[in-house]
């Protein structure tokens, strides 16, 4: 199996920074690519930023300029770095992979395995 571990997530004022971290553990072998996802009260769950294994990022329109994507040396690890935060932020924050999971002989390929959530809440 596999598991996400989310951390991070805070009250900060608006204009304040934040950075959140993902680690994934369990049986895998490749990961293909890792993304941050967010969903606020009443509102469907979007995607913020995926960074594929070769490091090429995207984000959605709202938070280009401010967040950045990354993972270390620890390629089982993915970041989101907050800046300017806005009271539009404010959501519960999901990690999400695509990876090759191993089971016994088996390997498949997923995208199924989701963290718990992080609250991030942008207010004065």
């Known amino acids: 199996q596999v598991h996400l571990a989310e951390s991070g997530g805070d009250l900060v004022q608006p204009g304040g920074s934040l950075s959140l971290s993902c680690v994934v553990s369990?049986?895998?072998?490749?990961?293909?690519?890792m993304g941050w996802y967010r969903q606020a009260p009443g509102k469907e769950r979007e995607l913020v930023a995926l960074?594929?294994?070769?490091?090429?990022?995207t984000y959605c329109d709202s938070v280009k300029g401010r967040f950045t994507i990354y993972t270390l040396n620890a390629k089982n690890t993915v970041y989101l770095r907050m800046n300017n935060l806005k009271p539009e932020d404010t959501a519960v924050y999901y990690c999400?992979?695509?990876?090759?999971?191993?089971?016994?002989?088996?390997?498949?390929?997923?995208?199924?395995?989701w963290g718990q959530g992080t609250q991030v809440t942008v207010s004065s």
């Open positions: 999400n992979v695509d990876l090759l999971v191993v089971e016994g002989f088996l390997k498949h390929r997923t995208n199924d395995y």
């Open positions: 960074i594929t294994s070769d490091s090429a990022a």
């Open positions: 369990g049986s895998f072998e490749n990961i293909y690519s």
